[in-house]
């Protein structure tokens, strides 16, 4: 059972008016997922190598070596996370 209020209700106070509850029926027609613009396999592949990046850095580390060793030695896994971070970006904006 629906309780609806009139529309122009008055609070037991009367301070003021306020609007009331509408009864708006108890079908809502689905709201139409709106597209994202640009890519969404660029976006997925750049995600994909931030995470590789990340787990690959993790990984040298806890093989054994310095946080400033790593670093030093080892640009790959800097260098796929910022591949990643443009492939993402460029995902975004470009539609293919």
Same mark, same amino acid.
């Given at each position: 059972?629906?309780?609806?209020?009139?529309?122009?209700?008055?609070?037991?106070?009367?301070?003021?008016?306020?609007? =009331?509850?509408?009864? %708006? #029926?108890?079908?809502?027609?689905?709201?139409? &997922?709106?597209?994202?613009? $640009?890519?969404? @396999?660029?976006?997925?592949?750049?995600?994909?190598?931030?995470?590789?990046?990340?787990?690959?850095?993790?990984?040298?580390?806890?093989? =054994?070596?310095?946080? %400033? #060793?790593?670093?030093?030695?080892?640009?790959? &896994?800097?260098?796929?996370? $910022?591949?990643? @971070?443009?492939?993402?970006?460029?995902?975004?904006?470009?539609?293919?």
């Amino acid at each position: 059972m629906v309780h609806t209020r009139p529309i122009n209700y008055r609070d037991d106070w009367g301070t003021s008016p306020r609007q =009331g509850y509408e009864d %708006r #029926g108890t079908f809502r027609p689905p709201r139409v &997922p709106q597209k994202e613009p $640009g890519s969404a @396999v660029l976006r997925s592949i750049g995600m994909i190598c931030i995470v590789a990046g990340i787990l690959w850095y993790t990984y040298l580390l806890t093989k =054994g070596g310095d946080l %400033r #060793g790593v670093l030093e030695q080892n640009h790959g &896994p800097l260098a796929i996370v $910022g591949l990643g @971070v443009v492939v993402s970006v460029l995902g975004k904006y470009l539609r293919l």
